[in-house]
């Protein structure tokens, strides 16, 4: 069965840094993309940011562009999004899904694209 776990999460101040991690068990990730995603209470989950199975194509969300960071290591099965600058706006549970159509060199941030989504991990910024 297909399973993803994140890690990674906790409270950090305005301006720190937290790097999330999404480990895969049953499965090799090396064929998939995959995706970050956010959901703040009363809000929507939205596509924070996407990596394609080749780690060749990365995309990002206009409010985490330039500060938060998604890379991969297929040899440890993990995808990693490195998050700096962090501000409030950024409290929420982040969760990492996998994309098993998308091409090699491309993502989407389209949750209708993902499955095998994770239990998330809690992302609070506060002073």
């Known amino acids: 069965q297909l399973q993803l776990v994140e890690s990674g999460g906790g409270l950090v101040q305005p301006g720190g840094s937290l790097r999330l991690s999404c480990a895969a068990s049953?499965?090799?990730?090396?064929?998939?993309?995959i995706g970050w995603f956010r959901q703040a209470p009363g809000k929507e989950r939205e596509g924070v940011s996407c990596?394609?199975?080749?780690?060749?194509?990365?995309n990002y969300a206009d409010s985490v562009k330039g500060r938060f960071t998604i890379s991969r290591d297929n040899a440890k099965n993990t995808v990693y999004l490195q998050m700096n600058s962090l501000k409030p706006e950024d409290t929420a549970v982040y969760y990492c899904?996998?994309?098993?159509?998308?091409?090699?060199?491309?993502?989407?941030?389209?949750?209708?694209?993902?499955?095998?989504w994770g239990q998330g991990t809690q992302v609070t910024v506060s002073s």
């Open positions: 049953g499965f090799t990730l090396d064929y998939y993309a």
């Open positions: 990596i394609s199975s080749s780690g060749g194509t990365t």
């Open positions: 899904a996998a994309d098993p159509r998308a091409p090699p060199s491309d993502c989407s941030r389209e949750l209708a694209d993902f499955g095998s």
